[in-house]
């Protein structure tokens, strides 16, 4: 079992529609959760934190988090054709190590 | 702030040359991690570095991969002998100290390794 998994995708939604990105880890300590955005041959930007249980909203986004679940996903309202990129979510693992999974890649078509 | 710097942006080499690999990360920020990148394995954490003294290298796939870090501002990657396998997107980051738990990592361009 990967630390990390991810649907490689590609997840493809009509612009305007939500785009719901999953990722389950399997370390229970686990304590922070980063979604990084990564367009095709640029590195990784990070988009997402969140350390609690619960939301966590920012703009059009938002980042769910359940630990019992170990679960955590990144949803994108209004998406648009630029959103249209390889979503990685990563796990801290330790203090001060990230755990990346291989990512989603997102197609919004216009 | 010009960000993570790294050089070359792209190496085209044969097997059984040495490579190496360079970083500058963002001024201040205490601490520098290489990643290597592929299709098949995603985004890996080879070794990371805190205030210039390495901290973790399990990730280093191999003996014939070091990394050093001989001072706040520079860092290296160096792959000796390099092998076809070694093709990869290597990324350099570096993020602030934080109370806690991790800062935000900030990721070079990365460089595009190409070993015939």
């Known amino acids: 079992q990967k630390e990390v998994e991810q649907n490689s995708g590609p997840l493809s939604v009509p612009e305007g529609a939500i785009a719901s990105l999953n990722c389950t880890y399997s370390?229970?300590?686990?304590?922070?959760f980063f979604w990084y955005r990564q367009y095709s041959g640029k590195s990784p930007e990070l988009i997402m934190s969140?350390?609690?249980?619960g939301d966590k909203e920012d703009g059009r986004f938002t980042a769910q988090l359940n630990k019992a679940s170990q679960y955590v996903s990144l949803l994108i309202r209004d998406s648009q054709p630029s959103d249209s990129a390889t979503y990685l979510c990563?796990?801290?693992?330790?203090?001060?190590?990230?755990?990346f999974g291989t990512g989603t890649r997102l197609q919004v078509f216009p | 702030d010009a960000g993570v710097i790294q050089s070359p942006r792209h190496e085209v080499t044969e097997m059984g040359q040495e490579v190496t690999l360079r970083c500058k990360p963002i001024?201040?920020?205490?601490?520098l991690f290489w990643y290597r990148q592929t299709m098949m394995r995603g985004l890996e954490l080879l070794i990371y570095?805190?205030?210039?003294?390495?901290?973790?290298d399990s990730g280093m796939p191999e003996d014939r991969f070091s990394a050093k870090m001989p001072n706040a501002s520079f860092s290296t990657l160096k792959i000796q002998p390099s092998e076809p396998r070694d093709s990869a997107v290597y990324f350099c980051?570096?993020?602030?100290?934080?109370?806690?738990?991790?800062?935000?990592?900030?990721f070079g361009p990365g460089t595009r390794l190409t070993v015939l």
């Open positions: 980051a570096s993020s602030l100290a934080r109370t806690g738990g991790l800062d935000t990592q900030y």
């Open positions: 001024s201040g920020h205490d601490y």
């Open positions: 969140i350390y609690s249980n």
């Open positions: 370390d229970r300590v686990s304590q922070s």
């Open positions: 990563a796990v801290n693992r330790d203090t001060d190590k990230l755990i």
């Open positions: 570095f805190n205030n210039n003294v390495p901290i973790d």
